[in-house]
């Protein structure tokens, strides 16, 4: 067995069992992927904006902002989509804009709508996440897999991949003559995010630590996210690029972000402080919020009840 093969078995281990254990699937979809558009939002930054919608077999799991970054020597490819139909498109928009060869694959957590395109970059040298992706992927891989199963045409093929580079704090990635820092941070949107810095057109690609326009989803700590928001803000952005929704400058993207959050923070707080229970607040916390948002009844609830569950032990 060559040191390559090797490594693919390595890779492919873990998900194949999760894979060919599940169900099979009765509704296939078609194999030929869609056409992606990237725009090109920075000098050799490429962005694809997801639709603000729910995960779907119509749309493909395209909801989620993905893109790459094109240096002298080789591309980055930051989160493949969320199918692996998305991921195979993407690779061919990628291949039509240059031929340069794909050194880094960045996953920046573990959430399907980011991730499940893996399958597309197979091949990647160095597939970098989180240092708590791994363990992420552990406990929600399977349940991910069969939540979303119809979205993928060949339940064999794997959804999303093991990292071959974990980043506990910070990584350094030269791609010729443009330098990119990936932060590992503490636990916010999740417990597994990352965020890519490229000097080169200072583009902060914050990925979902930072949502426009489609309402935050709350999956880690709200303390933690405040404080990571704090972080990103002190490293100077020309550009920011949330998970979802338009990019812009800082203070414009993060306000309304940043309104929502510290709302949902103290209106939970005062109705632990109050003992009101969360069944008769879960309606009311940051209700004020509901028409800034898209898809806010699809995720709101789910905030304020894990906001209520982490602070009540404050
Ligand atoms: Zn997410």
């Known amino acids: 067995m060559s040191i390559n093969h090797q490594a693919w078995m390595l890779r492919y281990s873990v998900l194949w069992f999760l894979t060919v254990s599940m169900p099979l699937i009765t509704h296939a979809v078609q194999a030929k992927g869609p056409n992606l ?7 050799g930054v490429y962005l694809h904006l997801g639709k603000h919608e729910e995960m779907s077999v119509d749309n493909l799991g395209d909801i989620a902002n993905i893109g790459f970054i094109i240096g002298n020597d080789s591309v980055a490819v930051i989160d493949p989509g969320g199918s692996p139909q998305l991921g195979a498109a ?8 240059t ?42 891989g399977n349940y ?6 119809d979205l993928f045409a ?3 093929i794997p959804t999303s991949l093991q990292p071959t580079l974990e980043v506990k704090d910070e990584l350094r990635i030269d791609l010729g003559g443009r330098r990119l820092i990936v932060t590992a941070h503490r636990t916010a949107h999740t417990d597994n995010d990352l965020s ?38 002190a490293r100077p952005a020309a550009l920011v690029i ?31 402080a109050r003992s009101i229970r969360l069944s008769d607040v ?10 800034s948002w898209l898809l806010f009844t699809s995720h709101h609830r789910g905030n304020v009840t894990r906001a209520y569950t982490e602070l009540e032990w404050e």
């Open 37 to 43: 558009e990237f725009a090109e939002v920075a000098a």
């Open 90 to 97: 993407m690779r061919k928009s990628i291949r039509d804009v």
């Open 99 to 140: 031929e340069l060869p794909i050194s880094h694959l960045i996953l920046t957590h573990i959430h399907p709508d980011h991730i499940f395109g893996g399958s597309a970059f197979a091949d990647v040298e160095n597939i970098v996440a989180h240092r708590n992706f791994t363990r992420a992927l552990a406990q929600r």
């Open 144 to 149: 991910y897999r069969e939540a979303y199963s």
């Open 154 to 156: 060949n339940p064999n």
């Open 196 to 233: 890519i810095y490229d000097h080169a057109t200072q583009t902060l690609w914050a990925s979902d630590l930072i949502f426009a326009q489609r309402i935050p989803s709350l999956d880690g700590s709200l303390t933690g996210w405040l404080k990571v928001m704090d972080e990103l803000a």
């Open 242 to 272: 949330p998970g979802h929704g338009q990019p812009g400058d800082w203070s414009t993207v993060v306000q309304p972000q940043l309104r929502y959050l510290n709302l949902l923070l103290r209106e939970t707080r005062e109705a632990i």
């Open 282 to 291: 879960v309606d009311q916390v940051a209700d004020g919020e509901s028409k």
